[in-house]
């Protein structure tokens, strides 16, 4: 009766620390898969604020539903939701599928790499002291340099004359520069002319590695980048921020288009004028 009843305990015991394990092995994965690639643990904000201490700033009835769909909540008008979301750009944080034992274990983990008990991970990788802060002012942007070659790739991916590596479609299709060079652009999604200064290079590693937007998200999701690919469209978007972040937005492919289909048209007109008197015109037996 007693070893069983030892037996018993020693399983309990064990079946204890497995699941302790594996939910913080789960939390670890959930972390690094869902948030890591937007927010740190203990290393500063990227497009997203520092998780350290989270669980004792909210409540964890706010934290779940706010992981699940911050969107829904800012929607729904909850203050603390659309102060966060106004303060960080209007960068909509994407939902996560995620049932609440799986949230719960993101947070015990946030608590865990806190207190030292876990690897330090989540944001640890991309957090360097090179991209630790995001790039707001104007002295900190002019101490970063990409070279030309990065910045013509960058251009060459943004306009679809290179391809990306997994089939991705080329940026302009979706979004607008201002940039001599480019001629249109998508307007299903933002102007990214001052996306550098708005977002940094970490930030814009970070939405090109895990995207917050639906449409993005879905097109990416199986054309992922490569960091040499993401290394140089930060570059274009650093070099077209630089040389005409701060000038007046200007109309000028709208006057562009205007000139060039007020050409094609009088072309077309003097070729009908031309032909007009010398066209075939079929004769009826009378």
């Given at each position: 009766?007693?070893?069983?009843?030892?037996?018993?305990?020693?399983?309990?015991?064990?079946?204890?620390?497995?699941s302790v394990?594996?939910?913080?092995?789960?939390?670890?994965e959930?972390y690094?898969?869902?948030?890591?690639?937007?927010?740190?643990?203990?290393?500063?904000r990227?497009?997203?604020?520092?998780?350290s201490?989270?669980?004792?700033?909210?409540?964890?009835?706010?934290?779940?539903?706010?992981i699940?769909s911050s969107?829904?909540?800012?929607?729904?008008?909850?203050?603390i939701?659309?102060?966060?979301?106004?303060?960080?750009?209007?960068?909509?944080?994407?939902?996560?599928?995620?049932?609440?034992?799986?949230?719960m274990?993101?947070?015990d983990?946030?608590?865990?790499?806190d207190?030292?008990?876990?690897?330090?991970?989540?944001?640890?990788?991309?957090?360097?002291?090179?991209?630790?802060?995001?790039v707001?002012?104007?002295?900190?942007?002019?101490?970063?340099?990409?070279?030309?070659?990065?910045?013509?790739?960058?251009?060459?991916?943004?306009l679809?004359?290179?391809?990306?590596?997994?089939?991705a479609?080329a940026?302009?299709?979706?979004?607008?520069?201002?940039y001599e060079?480019i001629?249109?652009?998508?307007?299903?999604s933002?102007?990214?002319?001052?996306?550098?200064?708005?977002?940094?290079?970490?930030g814009?590693?970070?939405?090109?590695?895990?995207?917050?937007?639906p449409v993005?998200n879905?097109a990416l999701?199986?054309?992922?980048?490569?960091?040499?690919?993401?290394?140089?469209?930060?570059?274009?978007?650093y070099?077209?921020?630089k040389?005409?972040?701060?000038?007046?937005?200007?109309?000028?492919?709208?006057?562009?288009?205007?000139?060039?289909g007020?050409?094609?048209a009088?072309i077309?007109?003097?070729?009908?004028?031309l032909?007009?008197d010398?066209?075939?015109?079929?004769?009826?037996?009378?």
């Amino acid at each position: 009766m007693i070893k069983s009843s030892l037996s018993l305990t020693v399983f309990l015991l064990l079946a204890f620390i497995v699941s302790v394990l594996q939910a913080q092995n789960s939390g670890e994965e959930h972390y690094k898969a869902t948030c890591a690639a937007c927010h740190t643990i203990g290393k500063g904000r990227l497009v997203g604020p520092d998780l350290s201490g989270v669980y004792e700033r909210r409540d964890t009835d706010w934290l779940i539903p706010f992981i699940r769909s911050s969107q829904k909540m800012v929607k729904d008008g909850d203050p603390i939701a659309v102060a966060l979301h106004n303060e960080y750009n209007k960068v909509p944080m994407p939902d996560n599928n995620l049932n609440d034992a799986q949230i719960m274990n993101i947070i015990d983990y946030i608590r865990q790499v806190d207190s030292g008990e876990a690897r330090e991970l989540a944001g640890g990788d991309q957090a360097t002291d090179s991209t630790k802060q995001i790039v707001t002012t104007a002295s900190d942007t002019a101490l970063i340099s990409y070279s030309n070659e990065l910045i013509k790739k960058g251009e060459a991916l943004f306009l679809g004359h290179e391809k990306f590596t997994n089939g991705a479609s080329a940026c302009i299709a979706c979004h607008s520069v201002r940039y001599e060079a480019i001629l249109g652009g998508g307007k299903l999604s933002l102007n990214l002319t001052e996306s550098y200064t708005r977002l940094g290079p970490a930030g814009i590693k970070a939405i090109l590695s895990n995207p917050p937007y639906p449409v993005m998200n879905v097109a990416l999701r199986h054309n992922k980048l490569s960091d040499d690919e993401i290394e140089s469209l930060v570059a274009m978007l650093y070099e077209i921020d630089k040389r005409y972040g701060q000038s007046p937005v200007k109309s000028s492919s709208g006057l562009m288009f205007s000139i060039f289909g007020f050409v094609l048209a009088m072309i077309f007109l003097v070729h009908i004028y031309l032909l007009y008197d010398n066209r075939q015109v079929p004769s009826y037996p009378k």
